[in-house]
């Protein structure tokens, strides 16, 4: 008898576990994929980026702009909450210093419509980053390892250096 009570509790269980497959299966159908997180470019930036920042900094990658702006407002707020930065410098006590976005070939699409997205993408970025005092970087697709080393010692001493725009003319510096 216990034996019967044992063997309907498992088939139930069993039962129970296929029904649960089956649902989940048919709500997230079809299943996610992995994907990586950067493309070569951006793998590349990001450890030239890495091999500036002094020790206890760190580069993030991805960062929703959600995650270190905050607005009063829900409305303006939610207009950068669902943006990522392509990478954020942070310094040893957790404060964001920089953004540096990367404007790739496909940044801006291959179509009109897609390059007015990512215009007016940019243009919300840059103008909630300036609000909240925080420096914006954009890289072109071709830039040479000194123009980031002289970017992250901007980053590590904004009084002590001025970033000077003529000398990393690739670079845009917004602030």
Same mark, same amino acid.
């Given at each position: 008898?216990?034996?019967? &009570?044992? /063997?309907?509790?498992?088939?139930? %269980?069993?039962?129970?576990? /296929?029904?649960?497959?089956?649902?989940?299966? !048919?709500?997230?159908?079809?299943? /996610?994929?992995?994907?990586?997180?950067?493309?070569?470019?951006?793998? =590349?930036?990001?450890?030239?980026?890495?091999?500036?920042?002094?020790?206890?900094?760190?580069?993030?990658?991805? =960062?929703?702009?959600?995650?270190?702006?905050?607005?009063?407002?829900?409305?303006?707020?939610?207009?950068?909450?669902?943006?990522?930065?392509?990478?954020?410098? =942070?310094?040893?006590?957790?404060?964001?210093?920089?953004? =540096?976005?990367?404007?790739?070939?496909?940044?801006?699409?291959? !179509?009109?419509?897609?390059?007015?997205?990512?215009?007016?993408?940019?243009? &919300?970025?840059?103008?909630?980053?300036?609000?909240?005092?925080?420096?914006?970087?954009?890289?072109?697709?071709?830039?040479?390892?000194?123009?980031?080393?002289?970017?992250?010692? %901007?980053?590590?001493?904004?009084?002590?250096? !001025?970033?000077?725009?003529?000398?990393?003319?690739?670079?845009?510096?917004?602030?």
């Amino acid at each position: 008898m216990t034996a019967d &009570i044992l /063997f309907l509790l498992f088939a139930c %269980f069993v039962i129970s576990g /296929f029904c649960l497959r089956y649902r989940r299966k !048919k709500v997230f159908a079809p299943d /996610f994929t992995r994907r990586k997180l950067m493309n070569k470019p951006e793998a =590349v930036l990001y450890r030239y980026l890495l091999a500036e920042v002094p020790h206890g900094w760190a580069v993030m990658s991805q =960062v929703s702009y959600g995650a270190f702006l905050a607005n009063k407002s829900f409305n303006r707020y939610m207009s950068v909450n669902s943006k990522r930065a392509d990478f954020v410098v =942070v310094n040893g006590s957790n404060e964001v210093v920089g953004v =540096v976005e990367y404007q790739g070939k496909g940044h801006y699409g291959f !179509k009109d419509k897609g390059r007015q997205r990512a215009e007016r993408s940019d243009a &919300i970025k840059r103008q909630a980053l300036c609000e909240a005092g925080i420096e914006l970087f954009e890289i072109p697709a071709r830039i040479e390892k000194e123009e980031i080393r002289t970017l992250v010692s %901007f980053l590590v001493n904004p009084t002590d250096e !001025k970033f000077d725009v003529a000398k990393n003319s690739s670079v845009e510096w917004r602030h």
